[in-house]
């Protein structure tokens, strides 16, 4: 952790409300990528504003033994679990749906084809990573969109690091499962009834 931060916590810790806005303003990005690729863009903004306020009736839990921005990760993907929670439990009673963010590269945007193919590429993850379990959907953004390390994912979730790789592992399998039965056009196993 940069010792700004520690200084900004620690600060916010005491009830500075400039030195935690501070933080908001260096870690909103950070908040919303990973809210978006768990939720979806439509859920994002709600999912963040949630997760800045765990963080600010928080912010006296700090104790500065990890990085804030590791601090950080684990509040907003709890945050991200529980309202896939709650949206879980409100769609099992009506009908419903969400997409998960994944943006394309800026690179690919020079060229239209390779972004038609990027955007048709984006749209298959789309409809695959819906299909994935939330918590192995969450270990696999942190390791593979958000390049942590196990080490890491397994702080932010609070589970041991063979469960975080086990997670990862799963995450990747239901998505490969996901994305080959689009091409053959099939049901997943989850709609026959079967466990992932």
Known sequence: MSFGDHNLAAEAAKG????FARLVRNYSG???????RILGAEDAQDASQEAWIRAWRNIKKFRGESAFSTWLYRITVNTCLT???????REAREVGGDLTYLPIPPSYEDDPETTAL???????LLGALKRVRTEH???LILRHMEGL????????LDVPNGT???WVNRGRAALLVALSEEEQGGENPAERGEAW
């Open 149 to 156: 390390s196990y080490a890491e994912v397994a702080e932010i």
């Open 16 to 19: 500075d409300v400039d030195a």
């Open 137 to 139: 959907r969450a270990a």
């Open 83 to 89: 309202i896939r929670r709650r949206k879980q439990d």
């Open 30 to 36: 950070l908040v919303y990528r990973v809210t978006s």
């Open 118 to 124: 990027a955007r048709e590429r984006r749209e298959e």
């Open 164 to 166: 975080a790789k086990a």
